[in-house]
Nanobody, 128 residues
Framework: QEQLVESGGGLVQPGGSLTLSCTAS????????VAWFRQSPGKEREAVSA????????YYADSVKGRFTISGDNGKNTVFLQMNSLNSEDTGVYYC?????????????????????WGQGTQVTVSS
C-alpha cells in the first residue's frame, strides 16, 4: 500500500513562507490528481489546493488564493505547495492525498472520499 510522505512543515512567523513537499515511492503522481488538505485546531479537515497535471489544472480554496501555489516535479515524483504570506489561520496539520484521474475531478476535488492514498501529515504552525 502506497504511503505518501510529506515534509517541509515547521514553525514560521506571520507573513513568512514555507514550502511543503509530497513524495510517492510506488505510484506516479503526474498521472494522478494530488491535493493538499489541512486540519486546523477545532476545525474539520479542508481541501486547500490540488493539481491535475494531465488536465493542466490547479485548484485553490478561496482562503489561500493568491498566497499558495501548487506545482509538480515529474523527475522527482513530487508535488509542492509553496505557501506565502502565512497567517495564524493557516496553522494546522497538512496532508497530501492522491486520487485516480477522473473526468469530473475539477467539480469534486475538495471531496476527501475521492482520494485513496494519504500521507501522515506535517505540522505547520504560524506564530510570533
Amino acid at each position: 500500500q502506497e504511503q505518501l510522505v510529506e515534509s517541509g512543515g515547521g514553525l514560521v512567523q506571520p507573513g513568512g513562507s514555507l514550502t511543503l513537499s509530497c513524495t510517492a515511492s510506488t505510484i506516479t503522481l503526474r498521472s494522478r490528481a494530488v491535493a493538499w488538505f489541512r486540519q486546523s485546531p477545532g476545525k474539520e479537515r479542508e481541501a486547500v489546493s490540488a493539481i491535475s497535471r494531465s488536465a493542466g489544472s490547479t485548484y485553490y480554496a478561496d482562503s489561500v488564493k493568491g498566497r499558495f501555489t501548487i506545482s509538480g516535479d515529474n523527475g522527482k515524483n513530487t508535488v509542492f505547495l509553496q505557501m506565502n504570506s502565512l497567517n495564524s489561520e493557516d496553522t494546522g496539520v497538512y496532508y497530501c492525498a492522491s486520487a485516480p484521474r477522473i473526468a469530473t475531478y475539477g467539480a469534486y476535488w475538495t471531496d476527501s472520499a475521492l482520494y485513496n492514498y494519504w500521507g501522515q501529515g506535517t505540522q505547520v504552525t504560524v506564530s510570533s
